[in-house]
């Protein structure tokens, strides 16, 4: 099909997909002249996967890049082409692609920019460390999420919620429960580049379901524990 039919099908105009050729996240079509490539269904779906990803998942174009890097490596580990893929998933502390914002080197930031952890980090990491030994869990050290889980509970502590962490253990079972159903659909695939998309697709569109499927959950509870009210758009 040519660029304009590729646009039609997917909603997506034709200066976009263009930008998206320049910036590697769509791979070119076919040359059928000098000024022309023909695009197939791979393209399509491709494309369709980027739009997911920007729209729902957030991701900004550089993210996307990296995560299609992941999707596209045929080379490496099965187990390791999905962790490269997740990882990718996950913001750096501080990072601002992904809704981040402080530099994370200032008081309220940890122990970023080569400074000294803060109490809160501290006693953070001391607890993640706790909760990935106890559950058995086979994570590495530096793994970005553990990360990401130190920073959140660090930055609960700051804003006086430290108790928090109490409820760690409750959402790590639940945790386990969703990564073991995340981890049956991707094992549904069977060609190897299905099984990192499918990790992608999984996980970034998943967190937006789960997410979701969370606010909703709270609103019923909200309604049972503090009193039967109408629900409100």
Same mark, same amino acid.
């Given at each position: ?10 909603? %997506? ?30 393209? *399509? ?9 920007? *729209? ?8 996307? +890049? ?8 045929? &080379?490496?580990?099965?187990? *390791? ?16 692609? =992904? ?22 980090? !501290? ?34 502590? =700051? ?5 928090? %962490? &109490?409820?760690? $253990? ?8 969703? +990564?073991?159903?995340?981890? $049956? ?11 990192? *998309?499918? !990790? ?6 998943? &967190?937006? !379901? ?24």
């Amino acid at each position: 099909m040519r660029i304009g039919e590729l646009s039609r099908r997917t909603g %997506v105009p034709v200066p976009t997909i263009k930008y998206y050729l320049r910036e590697g996240l769509l791979p070119a079509g076919e040359l059928t002249s000098p000024n022309q490539a023909s695009y197939g269904d791979g393209h *399509e779906r491709r494309l369709r996967l980027v739009r997911a990803l920007l *729209e729902v998942g957030g991701l900004s174009v550089a993210a996307i +890049g990296e995560v299609l890097a992941a999707v596209d490596d045929k &080379d490496g580990p099965v187990h *390791e082409l999905l962790g490269a893929a997740a990882t990718r998933l996950v913001p750096e502390y501080g990072d601002s692609g =992904r809704g981040g914002g402080r530099e994370a080197g200032s008081r309220s930031g940890g122990d970023g920019g080569g400074g000294a952890p803060d109490a809160e980090t !501290v006693l953070a990491r001391d607890r993640v460390a706790r909760l990935i030994e106890a559950r058995g869990w086979r994570i590495e050290s530096g793994n970005k999420a553990a990360e990401a889980l130190v920073a959140a509970l660090a930055s609960l502590a =700051r804003v006086g919620h430290g108790g928090f %962490v &109490d409820l760690l $253990d409750d959402y790590a079972e639940v945790a386990e429960r969703v +990564g073991r159903t995340d981890l $049956d659909y991707v094992a549904r695939r069977v060609a190897r580049e299905d099984l990192v *998309e499918a !990790v992608v697709v999984g996980t970034v569109l998943g &967190d937006a !379901v789960f997410a979701a499927l969370r606010r909703m959950a709270q609103v019923d509870a909200s309604a049972r524990m503090f009193g039967e009210e109408a629900p409100r758009a």
